[in-house]
């Protein structure tokens, strides 16, 4: 048995296929582009510093032991052979194995689920049943269908999407779209309402709690001590201490998890969010019928984009920046000036803000623990996207479970566990890359917002764009077609910086 203090975890990296083989070439283009004009460091190529990576600060890890288990590890071999731990781990005796999900939104409500109909005795510890994050609440449609999301849920179907730039020169987008394609709009209440029921449907039980903290095994198949606050109808709002012992826990809490400071998981950069729910004239609210709208500009936000989302019966109104935190309300109010004609006469009904995480964390499993959705920081740079991420990670973690335990008949080790991490960093780290150098590229002044606008503008662009966040796959370009919005990329660029240099020396 040994005692490893979570500083000294190996920091994971991504294990990915080449960049090149996973997106469009123009893409691809824009990337060298970046990276021409921004040379990496050997230093950068690593994952402690990938996207702004910070290693774990000792505030995260100090006073946390784990008792990490000396079952033998999946390890990757040169050979490429699979270990498969389960088949060395010791069956369960005389019950199922127990996990507990702390944190319900998308991530938790899916892993939960997973779990509980793999045959784990599963426990989502949530405590706001009635949350309601601020959240563009965008999903794309391949979510729907994969999660079997039933269509009353969506408040909105939306078909048109304008994209408005800093001189306010708006772009419609959409018109690729097939009859039968949209994004979803959706409330985060409703939206995790339903896949926590369906988690208690399955079997998991749901507990209406705080999650305090937990004690770390104190040996290889000990459990985990969780210490929670539960709330009930019989200690009302005050709630009483309460424990739950498990075999394994799984982090669904979000950006400010407290599962990830257990393992030391480290810091990361991110955004504040904020949301304000407009209630708006019938009349105006018909033209949000299927219609979403983003606004890019110094005045909006620095680093990010603002943006009018329509709901059942109003509007969502937000704005997020990372690197000017403070001025987030001037931002806010900048974005209501952008739209005020359309919103005009509408009442504020609510307001929401939040940390959004910028980049996955720097660790994200320790022992049998591991950490999904916005606690482990899969939130894309450049679109904000977090919710199909937050429910395909919690799925993705949950079948590894089920699988290494044999539908909950075996103890797993985190051999187990880091397959879900392989699985995903295969699957999604090229699309964060991307989207953090198309960030960097086009979000950094507004000339270049007015040129990544303009690009918008093109019919090929937005056929590959949608086609691959309605179905989050990597869509085969055309090869003449990628030479041509390549060529225009290129010169919207090089107007962008130009117009740039000009506008620098009027402010001299």
Not at 130 to 138: E, L, R, S
Not at 304 to 310: A, C, E, R, T
Not at 474 to 491: H, R, Y
């Amino acid at each position: 048995m040994t005692n490893l203090n979570p500083q000294f975890f190996p920091i994971q990296r991504f294990s990915t296929p080449s960049i090149s083989q996973t997106i469009s070439p123009t893409l691809y283009l824009i990337y060298l582009l970046h990276f021409c004009s921004h040379p990496p460091t050997m230093a950068s190529i690593s994952l402690k510093t990938f996207v702004g990576l910070r290693q774990s600060s000792d505030s995260y890890s100090s006073g946390y032991v784990l008792h990490v288990s000396n079952l033998p590890a999946a390890q990757p071999t040169s050979r490429g052979l699979r270990i498969v731990a389960g088949r060395f781990s010791p069956k369960v005796s005389g019950r199922n194995l127990r996990v507990a999900v702390v944190g319900g939104g998308p991530a938790g409500g899916s892993a939960a689920e997973t779990l509980a109909k793999g045959g784990v005795e599963t426990f989502l510890i949530e405590r706001k049943l009635d949350n309601c994050k601020p959240c563009g609440g965008a999903i794309p449609l391949c979510m729907v269908g994969e999660f079997d999301l039933p269509l009353d849920i969506i408040d909105r179907r939306v078909t048109k999407m304008k994209m408005i730039s800093p001189s306010n020169v708006a772009v419609d987008i959409g018109q690729t779209l097939k009859p039968h394609e949209y994004i979803g709009m959706v409330r985060r209440e409703v939206l995790d309402a339903y896949l926590r029921e369906r988690a208690a449907a399955s079997g998991a039980s749901v507990i209406n709690g705080l999650f305090l903290k937990m004690d770390a095994p104190i040996g290889p198949t000990a459990p985990y001590v969780l210490h929670y606050t539960g709330y009930d109808s019989k200690t009302g709002g005050v709630g009483d201490r309460r424990t739950l012992e498990v075999d394994a826990v799984i982090g669904a809490d979000g950006a400010n998890s407290r599962v990830a400071k257990f393992i030391g998981a480290g810091d990361y950069d991110y955004a504040i969010a904020f949301q304000e729910r407009i209630k708006i004239p019938d009349d105006k609210m018909t033209y949000y019928e299927n219609l979403a709208e983003m606004y890019v500009g110094d005045d909006v936000s620095p680093d990010f984009y603002g943006w009018v989302f329509p709901k059942c019966d109003h509007v969502a109104v937000g704005t997020g920046t990372v690197t000017h935190k403070s001025d987030i309300k001037k931002f806010q109010l900048a974005t209501r000036l952008r739209a005020k004609d359309k919103i005009l006469g509408g009442k504020i009904i609510r307001v929401e803000a939040h940390p959004i995480p910028e980049h996955p964390r720097p660790r994200r499993l320790a022992g049998r623990v591991a950490l999904v959705g916005d606690a482990a920081g899969y939130v894309t740079k450049c679109s904000g996207e977090g919710i199909y991420f937050a429910a395909k990670s919690g799925r993705m973690c949950a079948e590894a479970i089920v699988e290494g335990s044999e539908n909950g008949k075996r103890m797993v080790d985190e051999g187990d566990l880091r397959k879900y991490l392989e699985k995903w960093d295969k699957t999604y780290w090229p699309t964060y890359k991307v989207l953090d150098v198309l960030q960097k590229v086009f979000y950094r002044s507004n000339p270049a917002r007015e040129a990544f606008v303009e690009m918008c503008a093109d019919e090929y662009v937005q056929k590959m764009t949608f086609d691959s966040y309605l179905y989050k796959k990597v869509v085969p370009g055309n090869p003449l077609e990628d030479l041509k919005l390549a060529v225009n990329t290129i010169g919207s660029l090089v107007r962008a910086n130009a117009l740039r240099r000009e506008m620098d020396k009027l402010t001299l």
